[in-house]
């Protein structure tokens, strides 16, 4: 595991979507794992800057987000597909067809491993970006959450409800479940990079640099993970 800390949540940014940007230069098919949250904006900020100065083309990326929310109405506005569409997919010159997420109807999934199979017919992620949830989770894997299981069903955390409410007009329109690549999925990633910014996210980052990996805290699973970077903040690296 190697720590990167930065001033702040630009310079987290900044960074890594320039190793993102190596990855896509690197190989002639990328495939990127992606995240939602607040956490990857600044990232993906540079990344379209990246493809509008010609730097970089998504023309042969292939992209999975991590997680979906379960229950949404069609055009919500809220899903992670929109969010993902209103902050990088519309800008670059990626081929939507190429954008995927995993698959939810209001009833739930039918099945969810599917994803996976889809994952490793496409040659496997070659960068898996993660944000973190103030409970440790990574994607929608809560505490307790198993460090090998795939992609599946997720009941949200009382305390994922509550962050995630500031992006609903009230906490009780925040879906109770979503489907999320497990742990599982997550660590068959070729590389991974966590981002975390904030005070928020500190007692979070201070168990993964204190803790074996223990199930309580979800992110100590990445400690498995040959290659793992972590980028944080002046802020969230302020227990360590
Ligand atoms: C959600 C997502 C996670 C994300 C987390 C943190 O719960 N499912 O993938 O890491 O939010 O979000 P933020 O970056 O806004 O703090």
Do not use: C
Request: hydrophobic share 40%; glycine share 8%; aromatic share 6%.
């Amino acid at each position: 595991m190697e720590i990167i800390k930065l001033n702040d949540a630009g310079a987290v940014g900044h960074k890594t979507a320039q190793i993102i940007a190596d990855e896509i230069k690197k190989h002639d098919n990328a495939v990127l794992g992606l995240a939602t949250g607040s956490t990857p904006l600044p990232t993906y900020e540079h990344l379209r800057d990246l493809n509008h100065e010609k730097v970089i083309s998504f023309k042969n990326v292939t992209t999975f987000n991590l997680d979906e929310y379960i229950g949404l109405k069609l055009n919500s506005g809220h899903s992670y597909r929109e969010f993902m569409d209103k902050e990088l997919f519309d800008h670059i010159d990626i081929h939507k067809t190429n954008t995927n997420f995993p698959s939810v109807t209001p009833e739930g999934l039918k099945d969810p491993q599917a994803y996976d199979a889809l994952i490793a017919k496409a040659g496997g992620i070659d960068v898996q970006l993660l944000g973190l949830g103030v409970n440790g989770h990574i994607g929608f894997n809560e505490p307790g959450s198993s460090f090998t299981e795939l992609t599946h069903e997720v009941e949200l955390a009382p305390a994922t409800i509550k962050a995630n409410a500031r992006f609903f007009s009230s906490p009780s329109e925040v879906p109770t479940k979503a489907v999320s690549m497990g742990i599982g999925s997550i660590l068959k990633a070729k590389k991974i990079i966590l981002i975390a910014t904030g005070e928020a996210k500190a007692e979070a980052i201070y168990h993964l640099v204190q803790d074996g990996p223990n199930e309580e805290w979800p992110v100590t699973a990445l400690k498995n993970h040959p290659d793992f970077t972590v980028i944080i903040d002046h802020d969230a690296a302020k227990l360590i």
